[in-house]
């Protein structure tokens, strides 16, 4: 009999200044623990040889929400007045992460921030302040809940089981232009995009929304923290005999 250890999924850290501590949401943890995996917290003040040494030890990666913005600076753009704060070190471990599992086809999901992380990792742009530039928008912000309308043919169609679905909406900046071998495969109804997946098909998901706070209740935020921990499971090397 074979019995796979648990995935382990990779999850950046915050650091606050004010504490002088690291850590994140536990949302995040919950989630991941619920659907069998094993979160790995990895210092977003680490130096990058220390972090290469996490990725030689994780099965996936989720690299969740932050109340800062990316620096626009990385997809060519001037800072918009209403940009909010920018942290670097927390950047630089988002895109490191992100070079990494493009690098050895590690699975990944990335929320809020980390889905814009992603975009930009992948030469795409951002919006950068909903209410100021996109027309008519609707209230992204405050934990609202919106609809979103999901592409026929995407993994999260396949995951929810419908063509639109309501989501947890927490964010003013969004996905402008698509990086490369990305898709958008969810929008909301004043068009901002709320999903990207690798068009190449490797399990590389980003969500605008926030299926932590939800996957005890949400069927499609049990799902895909559930398809995140099937796949890193896929390619565990970690397997041993009993």
Known sequence: MVEMTKPLIGVPTRYHEKTETVGQIRHYLDAILWAGGLPLMIPSVCERAQMLEY?????????????????????????????????????TIDFALLESADRFDLPLMGICFGAQSLNVHRGGSLVQDIPALVSNPIEHNDSVRHMVRVAEDSLIRTLAGKGEVEVVSDHHQSIQNVGRNLRSVAVAAD??????????????????????????DDALSKALFKALIETAQKRNPRAHSV
């Open 191 to 216: 068009g901002v995009i709320e999903a990207v997946e690798d068009a190449t098909g490797r399990f590389v998901v980003g969500v605008q929304w926030h299926p932590e706070r939800g996957w005890r």
């Open 55 to 91: 990725v030689e030890r994780i099965d996936g990666v989720l690299l969740p929400g932050s109340p800062t913005d990316i620096d626009p600076a990385r997809y060519g753009a001037e800072p918009h007045p209403r940009l909010g704060r920018v942290y670097a070190e927390r950047e």
